[in-house]
């Protein structure tokens, strides 16, 4: 089971030895600097190496075969879900659902709650930095029962604005959802004030922990939230694997999502029963080596002191945000960096950020451009696109010289 | 490497675009975004009563790659037969751009061809145009 929690010392050169893929040159002979972990991370050799000894040594599926593959694989699942509970402070093993990832985690809470429960004239809070993953399954679920959207309004520099929560909070609000992170913004969002003040008027919350839970400690009581969802692709783990965790009264409120092998408890010709949690939520074969993985990477990373790893990504932000502000031209979006998380959108007068990412994989600076599936937030900063820096444990101080390097390259190619 | 992408001629469209603008009274004009970038290219075209395109124009917004492009394509298909821009393949149009494009670069630099195969569809059919 998990390792002591945080006892080793945080040493970047050491980390960065675990992760494979930072330690061999690109195809084309390039070396690789990283710098599109909030898009997903990479993974490090423990996490491939029990991937590989699932599908080697015990794969079959789980809670089927009465067999010794089926007792093993079934043991290393649910091995995994204890895991994910620790980590994340849950009460009880069965609220953790294994689903494919974030954005089916969400869309399982907004058919089986908010389809069930919302009525006409209840009131639904998001706010524009929300991902499509967090923004789209509620807006259907409105339009499908009749409530009606609000959204507490941004600051100009990126953070809620709380000074307005009163005005979109209120006794019709049944559900606040809202990212613990932006993954354009980078805002850390104040999600335990959130929650006591969503309960206060007898709503629900539910946290997007995509970007968040990779980055920090998460406790869901400490936090006092309903749900909390991530995948396991940006905390080091597989693709293919998220986390579903809920309250139980809750989860057990909701209908289930998906229908099929697994979830039921009996099925009769016009009718059909669910399973206990987590079955209900777990229609069909799940992704079975995925979830191992998603253990091994939370054990991996809880292996070092949270807070060094955290000081660590602050200090590559804060040197991002130093050398790029250095540069005419570069505008960086979203809040100072007691706000913020290790992400940094910009954008550079005069090349628009799809040649900018072009133009950096020339020198193997892999960063993202676009909208980052969120067009109402891209819409509100009157930008098309942006480009997207965002650091990991593994990444350097040399890898924040290297952006800085290939911004001011991308300005010599377009004679800026 | 993909550096030879901004080859001198992509970049002097880029800053210095053929006909980039509008016409007073286009025969027919439609806009199209690639909603992954929001690089955004409009078209509108005048054509002549021999069915050639007489005159194009392009307005847009969005990268080098799809505001060259949109640019090489309007000097291109003036004063060719709407019939033959129908034939007119993608491969064509990379070709036109003289630079590798990767798959995904290949969406910016096909942006205003799209634009153009709608236009010049629509014109046979005589559908109104938006
Ligand atoms: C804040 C946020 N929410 C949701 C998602 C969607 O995650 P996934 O694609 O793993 O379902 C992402 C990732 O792109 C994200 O950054």
Known sequence: ?416 | MTEDIYQEHILEHFESPYHKGHLAHPTCCHRDKNPLCGDVIELQLKIDASDCVSEAYFDGKGCAISQAAASILCEQIEGKPVAELKDMQAQQMLDLLHVPLTASRQKCGLLAFKVLKTLVYAHETDEPQV
């Open chain 1, 1 to 416: 089971m998990a390792t002591s929690v945080g006892t080793s010392k945080f040493e970047v050169a050491a980390v960065r030895n675990d992760f494979p893929i930072l330690n061999q040159p690109l195809p084309n002979g390039q070396t690789l600097v990283y710098l599109d972990t909030g898009a997903s991370a990479q993974k490090p050799l423990c996490v491939i190496e029990k991937l590989t000894e699932v599908l080697t040594h015990y794969y079959s599926n789980t809670h089927r075969g009465i067999h010794t593959l089926g007792d093993l694989v079934t043991t290393e699942v649910e091995g995994a879900r204890e895991t994910v509970r620790e980590f994340i402070g849950a009460p009880v093993v069965e609220e953790i659902i294994f689903t494919g990832g974030t954005t089916a985690s969400i869309n399982a809470v907004a058919y089986g709650w908010a389809r069930k429960f919302l009525k006409p004239g209840d009131e639904v809070l998001l706010n524009v930095m929300e991902h499509h993953a967090n923004f789209v399954p509620w807006q259907q679920a409105a339009i499908a029962t009749g409530a009606t959207l609000r959204f507490i309004p941004l600051t100009s520099d990126g953070q809620l604005d709380l000074t307005q929560l009163d005005t979109v909070l209120t006794d019709r609000t049944k559900f606040v959802a809202v990212t613990g992170m932006s993954n354009v913004l980078g805002t850390i969002n104040p999600i335990r004030e959130l929650a006591a003040k969503a309960h206060a008027k007898g709503a629900l919350i539910l946290v997007d922990g995509a970007q968040s839970v990779p980055h920090g400690p998460v406790n869901v009581r400490d936090l006092g939230i309903d749900f909390l969802v991530f995948s396991g692709h940006k905390i080091y783990g597989p693709s293919g694997i998220g986390i579903l965790w809920g309250k139980s009264k809750l989860l057990e409120a909701m209908d289930p999502f998906q229908f099929g092998g697994n979830m039921i408890r009996e099925v009769f010709l016009e009718s059909s029963t669910w399973a206990d949690l987590p079955g209900k939520f777990e229609a069909g074969t799940m992704p079975i080596a995925e979830a191992v993985g998603l253990g091994a990477a939370i054990q991996y990373i809880q292996q070092f002191d949270p807070q060094a790893v955290h000081a660590h990504e602050m200090e590559l932000t804060a040197k991002a945000f130093q050398l790029l502000q250095e540069i005419p031209g570069v505008t960086i979006y979203g809040p100072g960096l007691e706000h913020r998380g290790s992400i940094v959108s910009f954008t550079v007068e005069g090349v628009h950020p799809h040649d900018l990412a072009d133009l950096f994989n020339n020198r193997g600076v892999a960063i993202r451009a676009g909208h980052h599936c969120t067009m109402p937030l891209h819409e509100h900063l009157n930008q098309p696109a942006t480009a997207r820096a965002s650091f990991g444990m593994y990444n350097t101080l040399e890898e924040v010289d290297a952006l800085a390097e290939a911004i001011l390259y991308a300005k010599k190619v377009f004679r800026r």
